[in-house]
T-cell receptor, first 112, second 113 residues
Framework: GDSVTQMEGPVTLSEEAFLTINCTYTATGYPSLFWYVQYPGEGLQLLLKATKADDKGSNKGFEATYRKETTSFHLEKGSVQVSDSAVYFCALSSDSWGKFQFGAGTQVVVTP | DAGVIQSPRHEVTEMGQEVTLRCKPISGHDYLFWYRQTMMRGLELLIYFNNNVPIDDSGMPEDRFSAKMPNASFSTLKIQPSEPRDSAVYFC???????????FGPGTRLTVL
């Protein structure tokens, strides 16, 4: 079945450091890929998405490129802020019913 | 747009009591999903609906759990009787079509004593 694997956390960084969170997937067909962010005490919010190979999703300084050849969708940000501290979830949708597969989540902690 | 609305935001109850969680999806969305989030098991899909019809309830942990969607603007998740291991944050999410993003509510934090 479809699945998503993302790097385990916590990832601890200093402010202005470069962030990468690895995400790989297995899926039949051509899934849409997503990154969600969850701040403490809140629900998940869509951060960015890509719907086909080589698409790049971007938002709030975050980027991820849909790589079909490596079945990956790594999240990157060039200079993190303390406010980026959150849990990040990689997800895919390949089900015509709209069902998602979520990764386990990666906690990111940014220190001043 | 008000987003997905869930109530209550927090619920504390005692073992054996019935618990009902409520969700109002975004207007016009055809899909509704119920998730449970715990530290141990992460984010789990419990059940989802399309056009108010349950499509897959294989994630519902036990017969104590039930969900309904009587109309396009309201859904409930009921636990009867509740147990301490049901303590978790329960999220409702809605989506407009397949392959598109899901929009999550703020969640209900359930504590069963």
């Amino acid at each position: 079945g479809d699945s998503v694997t993302q790097m385990e956390g916590p990832v601890t960084l200093s402010e202005e450091a470069f962030l990468t969170i690895n995400c790989t997937y297995t899926a039949t067909g051509y899934p849409s890929l997503f990154w969600y962010v969850q701040y403490p005490g809140e629900g998940l919010q869509l951060l960015l998405k890509a719907t086909k190979a080589d698409d790049k999703g971007s938002n709030k300084g975050f980027e991820a490129t849909y790589r079909k050849e490596t079945t990956s969708f790594h999240l990157e940000k060039g200079s993190v802020q303390v406010s980026d501290s959150a849990v990040y979830f990689c997800a895919l949708s390949s089900d015509s019913w709209g069902k998602f597969q979520f990764g386990a989540g990666t906690q990111v902690v940014v220190t001043p | 747009d008000a987003g997905v609305i869930q109530s209550p935001r927090h619920e504390v109850t005692e073992m054996g009591q019935e618990v009902t969680l409520r969700c109002k999806p975004i207007s016009g969305h055809d899909y509704l999903f119920w998730y449970r989030q715990t530290m141990m098991r992460g984010l789990e899909l419990l059940i989802y609906f399309n056009n108010n019809v349950p499509i897959d309830d294989s994630g519902m942990p036990e017969d104590r759990f039930s969900a309904k969607m009587p109309n396009a603007s309201f859904s409930t998740l009921k636990i009867q009787p509740s147990e301490p291991r049901d303590s978790a944050v329960y999220f409702c999410a809605s989506g407009k079509s397949s392959y598109n993003e899901q929009f999550f509510g703020p969640g209900t934090r359930l504590t069963v004593l």
